[in-house]
C-alpha cells in the first residue's frame, strides 16, 4: 500500500518509519524543503525517531522523503499531520487547507484521506472534505474515503510506546472507516473505532482540555495554599492515595508546549462561533496559566525581599526552559515570560539546560551558561523551573544561596518550593 504521509513533524514522522517498518510503501512529505532533505540523508529531527531508524527504512527503500508534490501520485492512503495553530486566539487551519488542496489534486477514485492534526469538531466533514472534493472532482463516500484519527504521541514519554497507546479511528461512513481501521490496526496494537470523525476531534480535545483545567487547578491551588500556610504538594500526595476518583497532578510555573495551551482554546473558540457562549472553564483554566509566571516572579521577588536585597541587578539563573521534562521542546514555554519579567524588573538572568541542543541555543535571547556548581554558587537566586534527569540536584541544592523549586525535587534551609 502507498502512504503518504503530509507533514513530517513531531506526529508526522514516527507514523511514517513506522509505517514503513510495518511493511508499508511510505512517502513522507513535508513543504519544509529542508526538512525533507535532512530526512532524505538520514538525519532525524524528532527526539522520539533515532536517526538510525531513519536510515534503516531509507536503505530498504520502504521510506522515502521529500517536498516535491508529484511524488504523491497514485496513493493509496494519504495522513494529514500538519500543524493547527492559533493566530490572536482563532485556529488557522491554513495548513489542513492547503495540504488538502495537494492531495485533493493527486486523488484517485478508491484513495482514502486521514486527518491526524489536532482541530475543532467538524472539521473534516465541513472543511477538509468540501476541499478534497472541488480538488478531485470526486465525491466523498462514494468515489473515496475519509476520515479523522487524533494522534496521542507525548514526545519523550519512555512510558507508554507510539504503537502501544490506543488509537482512535473513525470514518464519514462504514466502507471509510473500515479501511482506516484496517490501516491503524497494522500500525497500532489497538484501535478503538468511534461513531463519526465529530466524536474522535472531540475526543482529542477533551483529553487536553481535561489535563489543562486540571494542572491549572493544581496551579491555583498553589498559589492559594501557602498563604493558607498548607504543603500543597504534600496535600496532593495525600489525595492521590485514593485509589479510586482521583488523579494526580502537579503544580509548576505554567502549562506549555504547542497542544496543551492551544488546543483547549480550539473548543472554546467552537463553542463561542457556534453557540455564542464561553466555555468558561477553558477560559478560566488559560487565564489562570497564562498568570503562573507572575506568580513565580512575585515569590522570587518576596524571596529577595525577605534577603532585604533588590531584584534588580541580581543574578538570577533559570534551570530548564523546555515546556517538558527531558524534551528538547521550547514552543510556548513559560520559561521564556518568566525570563522576561524578571528582566523587566532589572535582574541579571541566564537560563541553563542541557538538553537544548548547542545548535538552538543561539536562537534563544536568554544568555545561556552551562549549570555548573561555579554557576550556581554565583548565582543569587536559582529557579528550577523543569527538573530534568541531566540536571545535578544534590549539587544545586548545596551551591545555590537560594533555590524556588517549582518541581517540588529540592529540599533544605536554602530552598522554597512553588
Ligand atoms: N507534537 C505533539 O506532541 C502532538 C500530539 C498530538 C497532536 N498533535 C497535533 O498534530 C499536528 C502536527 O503537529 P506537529 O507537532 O507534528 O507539528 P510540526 O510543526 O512538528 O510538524 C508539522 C510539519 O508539517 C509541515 N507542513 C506544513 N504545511 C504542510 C503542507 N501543506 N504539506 C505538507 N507538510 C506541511 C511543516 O513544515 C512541519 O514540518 C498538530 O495539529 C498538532 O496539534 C501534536
Known sequence: MKVVVAGQGYVGLPLAVRAAEVGHRVVGYDVNTERARRLAAGE????DVASSRLRAVLDTGAYSATADADALAD????????PTPL??????LTYIESCARTLGGRLQPGATVVLESTTYPGTTEELLLPILEKASGLKGGSDFLAGFSPERIAPGNKRFSFEGTPKLVSGIDAASLDVIKGFYDSIFQTTVPVSGPKVAEMAKLIENVFRFVNISLVNELATLAKPLGVNVWEAIDAAATKPFGFTRFTPGPGVGGHCLPVDPLFLSWKVRQELGVPFRFVELAADVNRHMPDYVVQRLAE???ERGMPVSGSRILLLGLTYKINATDLRESPSA???????????????ADPNIPAGDRAELTLPM??????????????????????????MIEKNAPYVLDCRNRLSGPNVETL
Open 44 to 47: 532525524s529531527y524528532v527526539e
Open 75 to 82: 496513493f493509496d492512503i494519504a495522513v494529514i499531520t500538519v
Open 87 to 92: 493566530r490572536g486566539g482563532v485556529p488557522d
Open 303 to 305: 524571596a529577595f525581599q
Open 337 to 351: 515570560r518568566v525570563a522576561e519579567l524578571l528582566i523587566s524588573l532589572g535582574a541579571v538572568v541566564r537560563g
Open 369 to 394: 551558561v552551562d549549570a555548573t556548581a561555579e554557576e550556581i554558587a554565583a548565582s543569587d537566586a536559582v529557579v528550577l523551573l523543569m527538573d530534568h534527569a541531566r540536571f545535578d540536584l544534590a
